[in-house]
């Protein structure tokens, strides 16, 4: 786990993926034959097929970008506001540690809504929805050294250690950290590539999947696999038939979500292979939201694309929370489709 570990625990909002590309960077160089950094920052790493001059050419996508903010603001006291970047919930903010990227160090701060303590509330003020444009960072130093060493745009990310809980690991920025976890391991870990393979670590997922558009232009890949976490709502509250996935029931393959409806063909080979290899699975269907299977399927003339999805507790938080098992069951799942995914029936009669 040191190396999801670090993945999690490094800063990069849509946009300022830098420190997570060279991560990436490091641990694919040894693995694959070409390497190359796009216009908009992705990193598209090639494996050429074990076989084959004429072997077809996959994606597999898996973005570097957490949901953070940036610096929109700095007040005469030194206090910080924001913009968003991703989607949050002011119910999740409040009460948080963040880093501010500074100009040559990066800065602690608080991240609090600029409301009354309980104490001298009214009932007005406990019923007030929050909002995020609410919220500043204290950064606690004077505001002259505040405009000294922040700058407007200046990257804000929630500080969470990562953290070993129960049969799970929990950290922010798991969405989506763990996979570009299991898409390192995964090619690591495959002893043959049926096809040309591009693992593309891909930029501004968060705000609009558009990394993964880009790259996909690019690639001109014949086939598609994003990774990304999906919803697993079961917990108290949440009706059974609205959970989505659930933990411990293994990594999850997509049938549809708001932004892209999984090919038939791809479904089928990869519900085969988990059933060959004994790799535990689930489906899933997620109404809203979207991962780059949305982006690589529309481009240039359409291309088939699926997602394995690892199932995740608390997501768009500071502990979001995922299962070994279901972790450990996507690199499997990902790695046998490395090895034997061409081999899918991509034909729709």
């Known amino acids: 786990m ?3 570990k670090e993945l ?7 946009g300022r993926e830098d420190r997570l590309r060279e991560i990436v960077r490091r641990e694919l160089a040894p693995l694959t034959d070409e390497m190359r950094v796009d216009a908009l920052g992705n990193l598209i790493a090639v494996k050429k ?7 077809k050419k996959l994606m597999i996508a ?3 970008d957490e949901i953070g903010f940036v610096v929109s ?7 910080l506001r924001l913009v968003p970047l991703g989607g949050h919930d002011p119910r999740n903010m409040v009460a948080q540690r963040v880093v501010v990227r500074g100009k040559k160090r990066d800065l602690p701060g608080l991240l609090y809504p600029g409301i009354k303590p309980p104490h001298i509330q009214t009932e007005a003020d406990r019923n007030a929805k929050l909002a995020i444009s609410d919220f500043i960072v204290d950064l606690y130093l004077s505001p002259a050294k505040v405009r000294r060493e922040v700058e407007l745009g200046a990257m804000v990310t929630l500080q969470r250690d990562f953290a070993e809980i129960g049969d799970g690991v929990s950290c922010k920025a798991m969405d989506d950290r763990v996979a570009l976890y299991v898409m390192i391991r995964a090619m690591q870990q495959a002893k043959t590539f049926g096809c040309e393979t591009y693992a593309v670590a891909t930029v501004q997922e968060e705000v609009g999947l558009r990394g993964a558009q880009v790259s996909a232009f690019g690639v001109e890949p014949d086939l598609g696999v994003a990774l990304d976490v999906t919803l697993a709502a079961d917990i108290p509250g949440i009706p059974e038939h609205e959970q989505v996935t659930r933990l411990g029931q293994g990594a999850a393959i997509k049938l549809l979500d708001s ?12 519900r085969g292979l988990a059933k060959k290899r004994k790799i535990k699975c689930q489906l ?10 949305g982006a690589m399927q529309g481009v240039r003339s359409g291309v088939p694309v699926a997602t394995i999805s690892v199932p995740t507790r608390y997501i768009h938080t500071s502990v979001e929370l995922v299962d070994k098992g279901d972790l450990q069951a996507a690199v499997d799942l990902l790695t046998a489709f490395l090895e034997e995914g061409h081999r899918a029936d991509l034909t729709l009669v």
């Open 284 to 293: 899933e269907i997620l109404p809203l939201g979207g991962t780059d299977a």
């Open 49 to 55: 097929a074990s076989k084959g001059k004429k072997a």
């Open 62 to 64: 898996a973005h570097m």
């Open 73 to 79: 603001h700095m007040d005469e006291r030194g206090l």
């Open 2 to 4: 040191k190396l999801l």
């Open 259 to 270: 932004s892209a409806i999984s090919h038939p063909g791809l479904v089928a080979q990869l």
């Open 8 to 14: 999690c625990e490094s800063a990069g909002v849509p």
